[in-house]
């Protein structure tokens, strides 16, 4: 047996904090996740780098910010000069190639100017459902372990909840879609639909999740809220059509797409268990960014937002037999990559901008691992701690807003008036011109 570790990461795609029964959510049922959070380390404080898929996926797999690169939205052709030649040449998956690693990916890629291919990875699998589980999990029981083996497996849901506003307010014809996006239609389509047997009333009575706390929109709420819901009609036509009723369908839908990837997952952990090798393993689950799941009137993503930026991360360790939650603030996108590599004993290069959180899981260690992290967006940037968190969007009215996340959790009102937070704030505002003043010209011109 090699002394390092296989490594397993799993991501889904839009996946919010909330979004697992272990996390305390009684209308999602997580069981196989929950499981692995019981021998693992859930760090219940995990920020994305920036609450969109194609940025979110390039922080992941490179450990820099998505604007290092002059990225900043999904549409990374119009606003990028490509990939830096020394990121590509330290893609990951080579890294740990030239360590004696056997790396494979499957699913959905979304990566900027690259794939998992040219990072270094054999792609086993196209598809990002069911039989992407099934191909990981026979792949599992076939290996025959003379190398360590790095994979990543990367679930499209509950991302296909995007479809279901989409279909209502879009003059969507089925028929010119291709096979990938209409089983993508009917699956929001048909995870909106009532259990039988149960009536509307005794539905909406006991299994639909109620409406979030944080529903109805700020009264100050910053007026780039409202350019990013123009941009996309049918954001705004949802925000302004959707009755209380069917935003709670689209929380229940958002809550069944969760349940039905914990079961694509748990059938990759099945495998894993029963090849011998989980004591052997490194397990990481995370997902790309949230969901807004009916709060402040909004679905999807892109805004900075806890819902959309705030994302579950679990990670197990070689050999580890119990679990904990740790509650420093981390960031996925920086973070995971300069872990997984700690434990691969492979050398990060100096552009990376993460911290390992190997100390955090083998030894539970409680030092601080970061003040304060930045999130960027399409159109603001943000800034969080433990406690606090700023935000600066680009223009608009109220481009500017502060939550103490201890007494407005919901991000229900601005507090950037109170006087005192004034010195907390200009910390933050410090933050921000760093990180944004701070990136080297390799990166940037």
């Given at each position: 047996m ?10 889904t ?187 509307e ?25 409202d ?7 049918f ?31 748990g ?19 995370t ?33 580890q ?11 996925n ?14 050398a ?34 943000g ?63």
């Amino acid at each position: 047996m090699s002394k390092k570790p296989n490594i397993l990461w799993i991501m889904t795609d839009q996946q919010s904090f909330n979004m697992l029964s272990c996390a305390g959510n009684k209308y999602v049922h997580t069981p196989n996740l929950d499981k692995l959070a019981e021998q693992a380390v859930r760090f219940q404080n995990t920020y994305c780098t920036n609450p969109v898929c194609l940025p979110s996926r390039f922080s992941l797999f490179t450990g820099l910010y998505p604007a290092d690169v002059g990225i900043r939205s999904n549409d990374c052709h119009n606003e990028s000069k490509g990939i830096p030649k020394i990121v590509r040449d330290n893609g990951i998956g080579n890294l740990f190639k030239e360590q004696g690693y056997k790396t494979v990916y499957g699913g959905k890629e979304h990566l900027p100017f690259m794939s998992a291919r040219d990072l270094g990875f054999e792609y086993l699998c196209e598809d990002e459902r069911s039989i992407l589980s099934e191909t990981f999990a026979g792949y599992i029981r076939e290996y025959d372990w003379e190398k360590p083996l790095f994979m990543v497996a990367s679930f499209i849901n509950p991302h296909d909840i995007c479809l279901m506003a989409i279909r209502d307010f879009e003059n969507i014809d089925m028929e010119k879609q291709s096979l990938y996006w209409r089983q993508a239609f009917e699956e929001a389509e048909d995870a909106q639909k009532i259990p039988k047997g149960m009536s509307e009333e005794e539905f909406f009575h006991t299994i639909c999740p109620p409406l979030p706390e944080n529903y109805e929109p700020s009264p100050d709420e910053p007026e780039a809220i409202d350019i990013l819901q123009t941009d996309r009609i049918f954001k705004k036509r949802a925000r302004e059509n959707y009755s209380d009723r069917r935003w709670r369908i689209h929380r229940w839908a958002y809550a069944v797409l969760t349940n039905r990837v914990d079961a694509q997952i748990g059938k990759v952990l099945d495998a894993l268990k029963e090849s011998g090798k989980w004591d052997d393993t490194l397990i990481v689950f995370t997902s790309d960014h949230g969901d807004m799941d009916a709060s402040h009137k909004m679905e999807h993503k892109e805004v900075l937002y806890q819902e959309a930026c705030h994302v579950p991360l679990i990670i197990k360790g070689p050999g580890q037999k119990s679990g904990w939650v740790n509650e420093q603030i981390v960031s996925n996108g920086l973070d995971i990559i300069r872990t997984v590599m700690d434990y691969g004993e492979i050398a990060a290069p100096d552009y990376m901008r993460g911290k390992s959180l190997r100390d955090a899981v083998d030894h539970g260690s409680v030092d601080k691992i970061h003040d304060i992290i930045v999130i960027e967006c399409e159109n603001g940037i943000g800034a969080v701690s433990d406690r606090y968190k700023y935000v600066l969007y680009d223009k608009g009215s109220q481009r500017e807003q502060f939550y103490d996340l201890a007494v407005n959790p919901g991000e229900m009102y601005n507090q950037i008036g109170e006087g005192c937070y004034a010195q907390t704030v200009e910390m933050f505002r410090k933050a921000i011109n760093d990180h944004t003043h701070g990136r080297t010209e390799l990166f940037i011109g």
